[in-house]
């Protein structure tokens, strides 16, 4: 373009830009601009603008002329909505992929117990009491029937009768006596439990509480129908915890010198569980009778397990 003779283009061309930064022209990209920001524009022309170079520099460390980028709402959705479709696709594929291997019922395994973990007995609940002074009052009465008046604690005081391994036995049981069915889980133990050297001899001791209840259920079933008498009930007792003792010796031995939590414990319920069948075979000792002891005895022995 041609310039006119004396006409100052510099001028013409402020003057337009001015004016397109007051009415709004620039609003889309710079939001934040003050009103006299075409003010601090340097004229080209001007006898100082090789003088002021910072001028440009000045409005942009200003905190109030920050360039701010307007996001359309209707892009900011869609980005959303994709983010989302994609984790709930890559959670899919995850969970897919970790059921094919297994991964997911191993993991359930280790959180979780099964059937497979323990054993459930279940057990004649004659009342449940908060006191243990009102649990033994009623221990002491049916103990003279021949009942086992085991007492245990759960948040409330529970005097248990008799202990079967079906269901089924014992709510008939319960049911004719106006009782309740007590559910008593005796966890497995495994021999990874234990420390290496200890393993094998644990392998003879697994179900030695089995045993125990099995023998002693039958016992005080015999007992009670008039089968057997006392004393020959007492001398399949003292076969049996020579059977008992014959299984735990190995481990027994081999672990007196372990001092780790686990071995200790199930040290201290094997003990106690042969002075428990000793006790039974006291004929020196008191007591209401002995169909009461026994039965008393299979509880204490699944409690402990």
Do not use: W
Request: aromatic letters at 12%; a neutral charge; glycine letters at 4%.
């Amino acid at each position: 373009m041609q310039e006119k003779q004396g006409y100052d283009y510099s001028q013409h061309y402020y003057g337009r830009y001015k004016k397109l930064f007051r009415s709004g022209y620039f609003e889309n990209s710079f939001e934040s601009y003050p009103d006299n920001a075409a003010d601090n524009i340097v004229d080209a022309s001007s006898p100082n603008f090789n003088e002021t170079p910072h001028t440009i520099i000045d409005m942009r460390q200003n905190s109030s002329a920050k360039v701010k980028v307007r996001r359309s709402k209707g892009k900011s959705f869609v980005l959303t909505v994709c983010v989302l479709v994609m984790c709930v696709s890559i959670l899919f594929l995850s969970v897919d992929f970790f059921s094919s291997k297994g991964i997911v019922g191993e993991l359930k395994s280790v959180f979780t117990f099964t059937n497979d973990d323990c054993v459930n007995y279940y057990a004649v609940n004659m009342g449940t009491f908060n006191t243990l002074t009102e649990a033994r009052q009623l221990s002491e009465a049916i103990r003279v029937k021949g009942a086992a008046g085991y007492i245990t604690h759960s948040g409330a005081y529970n005097v248990l009768a008799a202990c079967y391994i079906s269901y089924n036995d014992a709510k008939a049981i319960a049911d004719s006596n106006a009782a309740t069915v007590f559910t008593i889980r005796v966890f497995k133990k495994s021999r990874k439990d234990f420390p290496a050297k200890l393993r094998d001899s644990f392998d003879n001791t697994v179900g030695y509480e089995k045993s125990v209840y099995d023998t002693l259920y039958s016992l005080s079933n015999q007992l009670d129908e008039g089968d057997i008498t006392e004393n020959e009930c007492i001398q399949s007792i003292v076969e049996l915890k020579g059977r008992i003792k014959a299984k735990t010796d190995g481990f027994m031995e081999q672990s007196a010198a372990n001092s780790d939590n686990f071995t200790l414990e199930y040290r201290v319920k094997i003990i106690a569980c042969l002075a428990a069948l000793d006790n039974l075979t006291n004929t020196v000792l008191l007591r209401p009778n002995l169909l009461s002891d026994v039965r008393y005895t299979y509880l204490m022995v699944l409690n402990m397990a």
